[in-house]
């Protein structure tokens, strides 16, 4: 089984930035998908980003427009997600997720492994 532990959230000012970082442990192998979706109060889990297990296939949310990028380190088996520019309406809990399937998706049901979430407060 696959734990997920999710740091750096925080308190922001609109236009500053944000680093999230995720770790993954309970198996030698991180999974082959990894990303972070996020969820404001009274909205349902939106997909943010993904990268897969190589990092040459990754995918983001229209919302994100290059504000964001997403990265992985295999060898110390995290994701990170380096949030730029960022707005009020970017303001929710950050989950990371992992997921062992090789096919690409922006759902949440079809994401295994989550994390406890991480806040993230954009002040405007």
């Known amino acids: 089984q696959v734990q997920l532990v999710e740091s750096g959230g925080g308190l922001v000012q609109a236009g500053g930035s944000l680093r999230l970082s995720c770790a993954a442990s309970?198996?030698?192998?991180?999974?082959?998908?990894l990303g972070w979706f996020r969820q404001a109060p009274g909205k349902e889990r939106e997909f943010v980003a993904r990268?897969?297990?190589?990092?040459?296939?990754?995918g983001n949310a229209d919302f994100v427009k290059g504000r964001f990028t997403i990265s992985r380190d295999n060898a110390k088996n995290t994701v990170s997600l380096q949030m730029n520019s960022l707005k009020p309406e970017d303001t929710a809990v950050y989950y990371c997720?992992?997921?062992?399937?090789?096919?690409?998706?922006?759902?949440?049901?079809?994401?295994?492994?989550w994390g406890q979430g991480t806040q993230v407060t954009v002040s405007s």
């Open positions: 997720a992992g997921d062992d399937r090789p096919v690409r998706s922006s759902r949440v049901d079809d994401w295994d492994y």
């Open positions: 309970g198996r030698t192998f991180s999974p082959y998908h």
């Open positions: 990268i897969s297990q190589t990092s040459v296939s990754t």
